[in-house]
Structure formats: structure tokens, C-alpha cells
């Protein structure tokens, strides 16, 4: 289905992650929808909720790129094992000193 | 404390104390955030640079209302300043960072529509608003200046290419498209023969309802609405292809308002269809492009919707073509200034914005600015052309055509501009209304 | 002073015109009341005590230096607004009078290359300045909270605090030297001396500081000359847990102290932050029970400097006691920080649980590193007593980042974040606010520290602690203020500068609060 069809925009059903939150969509996650009685949530169909996700993660990675021509993560540094500078750190997080 | 005449609240009577009711909340939503990360990315703000057109004070207005402050005549010019591009409401941290989490999100889009509308209720109209919706309920169609607009020539665009009328999937082709800038419908119509899409035009095809809904007219706008699903329903219709972002705007946003469940049409936009045929190698680029080009985000795809991807996969498929990029989210603060009537009421804000943009484009050393947006084209191509080096505005399905081998241009020379060749249309873009008096 | 009010006929409006011209000038109600409010604490429900008379929307200097001058004639206060973000109330009228709102003046005036400095007008923004600079390989890093929204001339106003300022300083450091309309119409240059691109001079007094910080009580920012540095080749962002707001703490001083000189700023979240940010950051619900507080740390640099040195701060983090989070939490949160503004849905009700829209407010200090854990406990327990009390507050927790330009060891930003309900402010609460932030200021200079570290101290609340903090300088301000701004039209009722005119002047709070506690 490439286009838009009213009947696909309902939300799948919610499984509860705890007392506050819920996720309905895979890696979503919601507020509990008891928490909204005095500020009530409004009908937004599926692919804005989709649409906002997709966004923010872009955002993110835009601001990224604003900041630096690249980022370095913890990862990297850890898998370049041959580095001598590696002296001292360890990926399970123990403290090695 | 002040000067002010103290505003009489009754005397806007039930209407403004419904809407207030209606949107105290969202506008609290706004007002106790108070950041204002929506300004910067506001095209109408970034050339006004007045407080009064910023999102932040379209929601803050609704709290004075509440308050008894001032009333909907105080307000309604300000509400012009804005072209639903939906940057706002997309930037604001209330949406992007947690508006699926709480299923509620900004909406200033709606906010504006509805003030609009409060306005036209409540008998505040804007002249030029007023003038062109009654042109297009008289004429079914928008009033597209410069050329000729009649029911009987809706599908004049047409002429020689023998399509048929009806049948599951219909191309509905937008206003702007259907009476000024023809090659693009065209092109549409003979990219999707050439990949073998199965289509037909209405029986009677109306002007959409959108640009009323957006303007405050909504009784207006339904019954084009009626119309228009009236037809569907009578031709067999299953899926409707738009080639214009403010039609798929108005078909999955405004009209499920309208019908509810009942409203089973899939709604395709022509990019997602074009990228998926290429994809699928049912259509092929025989042609190279041998030209530097950049792409401009309609804001009602990529803001609005999130479409970004499949026009530069197209871009990106052409041969010949070098494709210049500016990145999605950079252009959510990039507009062309041509939506929501800004262009009627406001012609030389929308002057200003396209003439921004089509000189971001320039300054990347391309010879063309590409746009997936029929009602952009008209306003960046009257700016474009102005450049000391004149800039071209092309639509994609008109590059697509050329890129496939068939034949987009339009059925005149005056109407069209040419396949790539750009339109260069006379300075009166969508204002001067004064011409439908 | 209080002027009378501005009749939307009067003659004034005409005398402004021909300064500004017709679009310059705007008396009509929303575009008054709309420039009236900031993200600060503000009683809403008061709104209209506060609205201005009008608003001037100037294109250049001389058009402010006119209506300064004609505000000194007619005894109309004057207030400049910029980017109206501010978590302080610098920009909010206390005394109506003339807005100065800047946001046309935001042109690029020069980009200068060679001797890399940028000059711009007060109403740019720097995000959309920084998309200019990119072009050039340079940028200019002023990174707030607010950073796509706020402008120049409100970052000189209130000397503002940069996220990544322990790398590149703050806006003090970053600004070499601007051009200001003084109370009386003179326009000046400040600098460090008076070279316009000169970042360290000897000659006469530290002008540039004088004026950096001024809340619009010294006059209105014109022009601003912009240090350019080059475009970091990396990021390098990294945030650890800990088991407790203890070890965290320790390894924030221990990672202070590290003397990496890319070391861009380290910030520590305290256990009401996790816990705040467990209802509903998706980076943080899934988090284990046992990450109690985080600490983040961001590098920016080349690859060669930053790779060897983000080794070594890894490693500090760990024997420290943390545990990483993550490269993708790290990341994505660090990305999240440089437009970190409150959304109101965070705001919850102690009774109930129900979300309802609250304003942030948040509150900010200058505090030494050894005072921390004890400034934690006492605000925690202020915001805790009127969240009971009325019912329309919540605690969103503590941040401690460090504060000092390149020396990142010694003193911290600490803010506390406070969810007040506004749709429900009235007298009563909001006096009750009041006091709470008075109550806050007073354990910051308790514990040998500043009200403010990069908001402002004018606020009700603050400002009656302002000359307790200062001292002897406080004396000082108040013959500054006297002598540049005789007539005190800029801004009037700020700091309780009042009193510079007469010792007996009434806070310009009084009348406004018929509630009380």
C-alpha cells in the first residue's frame, strides 16, 4: 500500500510496558491513556504518528550534522582494538583501574 | 492600568465563546511552553520578522481571547500571515520530541483554519479571500489568473491525449494544473500511460474544497467536497492519484473529516506512484537530462507529510541529471510562499519568500530548481526569472516526462511554458485579484 | 516614574512614525499584548497589567537612538526585546511604555574571514547565522537551551551560558565587541578597548562587561561583532550512569578535573531528573531501576585531538564509577540538548497523576562544585513544600552543568526545573511561587553562590536579593544606572534599580500581589 487509506490509520492495539506507559506501535512509546482525562489526547492517525517519530530522529541527526562534519561514538573507539590508546577501557563498563 | 476600551465580550457573541472553549487548551499547550522554536523556521517570519505572525502568538491570541482582551476583528488580518506550510507545528518540541508520545501535538495548521473560519462567521472577511472563493464557487474551479477558467475547460489540458473518463483510479488533477501550467498535467498523464497505470479523469471535476477550507469558507469547501466524492462514487472510483501536495492534503486531512468511515479511497500521490514504477522497472529514463538541478520540498509533503524520499529517488534515477541536494529538514524552513491564499491577500510576502528560495538554489551553482508543488512553480518561476543568471522552475513530472521520452508539454505555449524549459509567467502570480472584479 | 498611558490617538504615535515610519510602529492590542510575555515565570492571569503601550519594530540604530530620545523627553519607558526566550524577565514591561522589539535588525553585516569575526544585528538568530557560517567552515558555538530561537542582542542582555561553553566559552567570551544606544540617544561601541575586532585590551575600563548582562536598564544592543571558530571535525558525546546521585557527583568532579581541553561541558542529572524523565523520554524509560543519575560529557574538535582525549574521558567516567549508556542514547539525547526547552505535558499532578500543560520554570544558580549536594537537598525540599501546598506545581528535577569558560571545575550552572500549572495561577499561588524562588535565590547565596547564572536576577523574587548578593557593588550599579540613564526610561522597575533615584521608591512588585501567604 503506497498511498493513504482511512481504515489503515487506526493505531494497533496497545500492550502496557508499566504503570504509565504503553506502546502501540513497535519501539513507540505512549502515555497511558488514563493519565490524559483533564488534557485529552486527540485523534492522530497512524502515519502522523509514524510521520513524527521518522522526523525526530532526522532532526536529530541534522543537528548532528550541524554541529560536526562527524560524530564519534564509544563504539568505534572500543572496536579499533589494535589502538594502543586503548589502554584501560573495557566494554563491559568495569572500571579497570 | 491601560488605555484600552474595555472589550466587550458578548460582542462576538457564542461563535468566539465556542471556538475559545474548543482550543483553550491547545493554546495552553503552546502558551505555557513559550519557547518559540517555530519562529525561525517560519517563512512568512522570516521575512516579517513581526511578533503578531508568529505561531507562537496565533495560539497566545486564544488565551487573551479567553481573558477578554480583544476579540476576532483585533485579530483576524494577522491569521492572513501564514501558508500552512506546517513548519511550525512540526519544529515545536510539542510535536517532534513529544507528541507521539502523548497522541497531542501542536496543531496551528487547524488553529489557523479554525480562526479563519471564526472570522468568516463571524463577518470579518478578507476582500481578496472573498472575491476568489466566490470566483471559484461560481466557476467550480479556483480563478488561476491569466488564463480563462470555465467548468466546460477543466479538462481542456487534455486535448489529443485521449484519456478515458472514469474506472477504478482516477488522476485528479489540481486547479493551477488544470488551467495555467498544463504541462504538468500533461506530463502526469503521459508518464502514467507510458508505465501502463490504468486511469481516468472525472465525469465533472470541482476545485478540491481545500484552498476554501484553508481560507475560513468551510460550508464552501464541503460542498465542493460533496461534489467531488459524489463523482468518485459514481464512476467506480477506488484510488484517487493527486499530482498537486494541496489536494493530498485536502483529500486525507479534510475530507475523512467529512465522510468518516465511509471515505474507503486510497489517496496516492503521484511521487510515491513514480518512484514505485521506477523501482519496479515499469518506468524507464531513456533520456538523459544533462543539467545541474536542486529540489525544492513542497512543505505540504515534507512537512506536512513526511513525503521526502520518493521525489529524490526519482532525481536520483535520472541520467544525465546532476542533483544538487539540500537536505529534507533544512527545508522545513524553506517555503515558496504560495499557500493558504497568502499569494491572494499577501502577494508580496509571497514575492519575497519565493524570491529567498529561488536565490538558496542559485547559490548552489544550479541552472534549475526542481519542484514536486504545481502552486509553487508559478511564484519562484516569476522570481527565478528575475535573477541577474534567470533560474529555471520545473516541475518533476515535467523532467520525468522528458527523462521517459514522452512528450509533456502543454497543449499551449502560453499555458505551459514548456516541459524544462520553465514557465515565465507575468509578475501577477496568484494576487491581484482586482483582475476577477 | 510613571508616565500616563498612551492613548491610541495620541500625538506620541505620530512623533514615532515619523521616526519609524508607518510599518514601524504598532499600538494595536495583540501586537502589545503578544510582546509582553516570556518563558520566565509570569502571572498570566495579571496579563494585562503588564501589556506595553506600544511597539516600535526598528531597521537601524539611529532609528533607536530617536526613540530613546524622544521616550527621554516625553518620560516614556523603554523596553528592548530580542528573541523574547529568556528564562528571566528582562524583556517583560513593568511600567507598560514603548517596546523595542529587534527582530527586523538581523542582518549579516560582515563576515570576515582573516581576522575571523562576524559582524551581525541584534536579531539574528544563531542557528539560522550558523547555516550562513557553515558556507565558510567556521561557526559561531553561543549554544543555549534555546539556540533556534533566541537572538544576539537577548544573549548580550542577559550574558548568557553556552552548553558547550567549557570548550568555547559563553556569549561574554564570544561576543568581541558590540554597538549600543545608551538611555539618552548616544550610540557607542564597546569592546575590550575599542578596537571593533580586538579580543584583549588594557585601555580604560572593561566596558563590554559593563554592558554584558544589562536586562535593557543600560540601553538597546545594536550591533554585535561575533568570534568565528572553526568548524568542529567532531562530535563526541557520552553519557554514563551511576547507582546513585553520590557517585555520580564524584565522578562529575573527577571528570572536571580531567584538564581535557575539548572537554565542551559535562552536565549531571540528579535522581528527581531520572525519575522526571522516566515518564516519558524514550531514551530513559526502558533504563534499568538501578540508573539512578546520569552524567553527560560532550568533545568537540578535530578527530585528532578529540579521538585520544575521549578515550581518556571514558576511562575517567569508568574508574569513576559510571557505566555507558550507549552511543545511541548519547547521542540522541546530546543532539536533543541544543533546543531543550520544557514541553508542558510533562507536568503531572501529585494527587492524581494526570498530565496537565505546565509552564517550565526554571530556576538557575552559580553554585561551587562542594556545595552541590547540599543546595540539591534544600531546593528539592522548597519545591516539594508548595507542590503540597497548592497543588499546581511539580518537581522536574536538577541539572549541574559546569559553568566557567575553559575551567570547568570549580563552580556549576544548577537549575531547577518547576512545572507550574498556569491555567490555574491566581494571587494566592502565584505569591506563593514568589516566595519559593525568593526561598531558592536565598540558599544559593547561603551556600557562597549567585542567584543567577546565566538567566538574570530581575525577577520578583530574585531582585530583592540582587543588592544583598552584590554588596558594596550594588551601590556601584545604582550610580551607574543614575548617571547613564537619568531619567530612567530603559526599562524601569528592573533590579530594583528604582532606588538609585530615590532611596524610598516602592518595589515595583507591590500592588501587584494582593494574595500573600
Redesign the interface.
Given at each position: 500500500m503506497l498511498g493513504f487509506l482511512l481504515s489503515r490509520q487506526r493505531p494497533p492495539e496497545a500492550r502496557r510496558i508499566n504503570d504509565d506507559v504503553i506502546m502501540r506501535f513497535d519501539h513507540v512509546y505512549e502515555v497511558a491513556p488514563g493519565k490524559m482525562d483533564l488534557f485529552p489526547q486527540q485523534d492522530i492517525p497512524a502515519w502522523d504518528t509514524l510521520r513524527i517519530v521518522a522526523s525526530r530522529w532526522d532532526h536529530l541527526a541534522w543537528m548532528h550534522d550541524h554541529w560536526a562534519d562527524s560524530v564519534l561514538g564509544v563504539e568505534e573507539l572500543e572496536s579499533e582494538a589494535d589502538d594502543p590508546d586503548l589502554d584501560g577501557i573495557q566494554a563491559s563498563g568495569v572500571p579497570s583501574g | 492600568m491601560t488605555a484600552d476600551a474595555p472589550y466587550d465580550p458578548t460582542s462576538d457573541g457564542e461563535l468566539q465563546q465556542e471556538f475559545v472553549e474548543q482550543w483553550r487548551n491547545a493554546a495552553y499547550g503552546c502558551f505555557s511552553s513559550g519557547h518559540k522554536f517555530c519562529r525561525e523556521v517560519c517563512p512568512v517570519m522570516q521575512v516579517t520578522r513581526n511578533e503578531n505572525h508568529t505561531p507562537t502568538a496565533f495560539h497566545a491570541n486564544v488565551v487573551a481571547m479567553e481573558q477578554g482582551a480583544y476579540g476576532i476583528a483585533d485579530v483576524a488580518e494577522d491569521y492572513v500571515h501564514c501558508t500552512q506550510c506546517g513548519a511550525c507545528e512540526l519544529r515545536c518540541p510539542n510535536t517532534l520530541f513529544t507528541g507521539d508520545f502523548y497522541r497531542n501535538r501542536t496543531q496551528t495548521v487547524k488553529l489557523v483554519k479554525a480562526m479563519r473560519a471564526l472570522a468568516v462567521d463571524s463577518g470579518v472577511e478578507q476582500p481578496h479571500w472573498k472575491r476568489w472563493i466566490e470566483a471559484t464557487v461560481d466557476r467550480r474551479n479556483e480563478p488561476v489568473l491569466e488564463v480563462p477558467v470555465e467548468q466546460e475547460r477543466v479538462r481542456d489540458w487534455a486535448e489529443g491525449l485521449d484519456l478515458a473518463t472514469g474506472g477504478e483510479t482516477v488522476l485528479f488533477v489540481d486547479c493551477e494544473a488544470a488551467f495555467f501550467r498544463t504541462s504538468v498535467a500533461r506530463s502526469t498523464a503521459q508518464v502514467l500511460n507510458a508505465a501502463g497505470v490504468e486511469f481516468g479523469l472525472m465525469r465533472e471535476q470541482w476545485c478540491c474544497g481545500g484552498p476554501a477550507s484553508e481560507m475560513g469558507y468551510t460550508a464552501h469547501a464541503r460542498n465542493f467536497a460533496e461534489h467531488n466524492v459524489a463523482d468518485w462514487r459514481a464512476i467506480g472510483a477506488r484510488r484517487i492519484i493527486t499530482l498537486d501536495p494541496h489536494d493530498y492534503i485536502t483529500f486525507t486531512e479534510d475530507y475523512p473529516t467529512y465522510f468518516g468511515a465511509a471515505y474507503d479511497f486510497e489517496i496516492l500521490h503521484i511521487t510515491e506512484l513514480v518512484a514505485d514504477l521506477v523501482r519496479d522497472g515499469k518506468l524507464t529514463f531513456t533520456q538523459p537530462i544533462e543539467r545541474v538541478v536542486t529540489y525544492h520540498d513542497p512543505c505540504r509533503l515534507n512537512k506536512r507529510k513526511g513525503i521526502h524520499e520518493s521525489p529524490r529517488e526519482i532525481l536520483r534515477a535520472i541520467p544525465g541529471l546532476t542533483f544538487k541536494d539540500v537536505d529534507h529538514v533544512t527545508q522545513w524552513s524553506y517555503c515558496s510562499g504560495a499557500g493558504a491564499g497568502l499569494a491572494i491577500e499577501k502577494p508580496e510576502i509571497t514575492a519575497e519568500i519565493s524570491r529567498r528560495r529561488v536565490t538558496q538554489a542559485a547559490d548552489l551553482g544550479v541552472d534549475a530548481l526542481v519542484s514536486a508543488c504545481v502552486w509553487s512553480e508559478r511564484p519562484l518561476s516569476e522570481q527565478g526569472a528575475k535573477l541577474e543568471q534567470p533560474l529555471d522552475v520545473i516541475d518533476l513530472m515535467e523532467l520525468v516526462a522528458q527523462a521517459a521520452g514522452v512528450d509533456g508539454r502543454g497543449v499551449t505555449a502560453v499555458r505551459s511554458g514548456g516541459a524544462v524549459a520553465g514557465v515565465r509567467g507575468g509578475e501577477a502570480s496568484r494576487g491581484a485579484p482586482e483582475a476577477l472584479a | 516614574m510613571t508616565a500616563p498611558?498612551?492613548?491610541?490617538s495620541d500625538p506620541f504615535l505620530d512623533e514615532l512614525r515619523s521616526i519609524l515610519g508607518p510599518d514601524g510602529v504598532?499600538a494595536?492590542?495583540?501586537?502589545r499584548?503578544?510582546?509582553t510575555?516570556?518563558?520566565a515565570p509570569f502571572p498570566?492571569h495579571r496579563?494585562?497589567?503588564y501589556?506595553p503601550?506600544v511597539v516600535v519594530?526598528p531597521r537601524t540604530a539611529q532609528e533607536i537612538a530617536g526613540v530613546v530620545r524622544l521616550a527621554n523627553r516625553h518620560g516614556i519607558p523603554v523596553v528592548p526585546r530580542a528573541?523574547?526566550?529568556g528564562l528571566n524577565d528582562g524583556a517583560v514591561p513593568l511600567r507598560?511604555g514603548i517596546i523595542v522589539?529587534v527582530?527586523?535588525m538581523?542582518q549579516i553585516r560582515e563576515i570576515d574571514l582573516v581576522d575571523r569575526t562576524v559582524t551581525v544585528g541584534p536579531?539574528i538568530?544563531m542557528?539560522?547565522l550558523?547555516?550562513e557560517l557553515?558556507k565558510h567552515g567556521v561557526?559561531f558555538p553561543d549554544d543555549p537551551a534555546?539556540y533556534?530561537?533566541s537572538l544576539v542582542g537577548g544573549r548580550i542582555g542577559t550574558s548568557g551560558w553556552s552548553l558547550i561553553g567549557g570548550r568555547y566559552g559563553h556569549t561574554r567570551d564570544l561576543v568581541i565587541s558590540f554597538e549600543i544606544v545608551l538611555p539618552t540617544g548616544e550610540i557607542i561601541r564597546v569592546g575590550d578597548g575599542g578596537g571593533r575586532k580586538i579580543r584583549k585590551s588594557s585601555t580604560g575600563y572593561q566596558l563590554k562587561h559593563l554592558f554584558m548582562g544589562h536586562q535593557g536598564t543600560l540601553g538597546i544592543v545594536t550591533e554585535a561583532t561575533l568570534e568565528l571558530v572553526p568548524?568542529?571535525?567532531?562530535?563526541?558525546?557520552?553519557f554514563f550512569h551511576y547507582p546513585s546521585f553520590q557517585a555520580a557527583y564524584e565522578s562529575t568532579g573527577a571528570l572536571t578535573k580531567s584538564g581535557l581541553a575539548t572537554l565542551a561541558g559535562v552536565v549531571l542529572f540528579d535522581e528527581w531528573k531520572l525519575r522526571y524523565l522516566r515518564?516519558?523520554d524514550?531514551a530513559y524509560?526502558p533504563q534499568a531501576e538501578n540508573v539512578r543519575a546520569v552524567v553527560a560529557t560532550a568533545m568537540?574538535g578535530t578527530?585528532d585531538e578529540?579521538?585520544?582525549a575521549?578515550?581518556r574521558l571514558?576511562?575517567t567516567a569508568?574508574?569513576?564509577?559510571?557505566?555507558?549508556l550507549?552511543?545511541e542514547v548519547?547521542?540522541?539525547d546530546w543532539?536533543?540538548r541544543?533546543?531543550r526547552?520544557?514541553?508542558?505535558?510533562?507536568g503531572?499532578?501529585r494527587t492524581t497523576?494526570?498530565?496537565?500543560?505546565?509552564?517550565?520554570h526554571c530556576e538557575d544558580a552559580a553554585i561551587n562544585y562542594s556545595a552541590l549536594p547540599q543546595v540539591m537537598e534544600e531546593w528539592h525540599a522548597i519545591a516539594d513544600r508548595i507542590i503540597d501546598r497548592y497543588g499546581i506545581f511539580d518537581d522536574w528535577g536538577m541539572f549541574f552543568y559546569t559553568n566557567a569558560a575553559h575551567k570547568p571545575w570549580g563552580d556549576y550552572l544548577v537549575e531547577i526545573d518547576i512545572g507550574i500549572w498556569?491555567?490555574k495561577l491566581d494571587d494566592v499561588n502565584w505569591a506563593g511561587w514568589v516566595e519559593a524562588k525568593h526561598d531558592i535565590a536565598a540558599v544559593a547565596l547561603k551556600y557562597g553562590g549567585s542567584i543567577t547564572a546565566c538567566h538574570g536576577a530581575t525577577r520578583e523574587g530574585d531582585a530583592e536579593l540582587a543588592a544583598e548578593e552584590m554588596g558594596g557593588g550594588f551601590e556601584v550599579m545604582k550610580a551607574i544606572k543614575r548617571v547613564l540613564d537619568p531619567n530612567n526610561i530603559m526599562n524601569p522597575g528592573k533590579y530594583e534599580l528604582d532606588t538609585a533615584y530615590d532611596p524610598n521608591a516602592p518595589s515595583p512588585f507591590s500592588g501587584r500581589r494582593t494574595g500573600g501567604n
Open positions: - | - | 498611558p498612551i492613548a491610541q504598532r494595536d492590542k495583540p501586537a499584548w503578544n510582546r510575555r516570556v518563558p498570566v496579563w494585562a497589567d501589556a503601550d519594530l528573541g523574547a526566550t507598560r522589539d527582530k527586523r538581523n536579531g538568530n542557528l539560522k550558523n547555516e557553515r561557526m534555546s533556534p530561537c568548524r568542529p571535525e567532531v562530535e563526541f558525546a557520552a515518564r516519558d524514550e524509560i568537540y578527530r578529540v579521538k585520544p575521549a578515550r571514558v576511562r569508568r574508574e569513576s564509577g559510571g557505566t555507558y550507549g552511543d548519547s547521542q540522541g543532539a536533543a541544543h533546543d526547552y520544557a514541553t508542558p505535558l510533562h503531572r499532578l497523576g494526570q498530565v496537565v500543560p505546565m509552564s517550565w498556569e491555567q
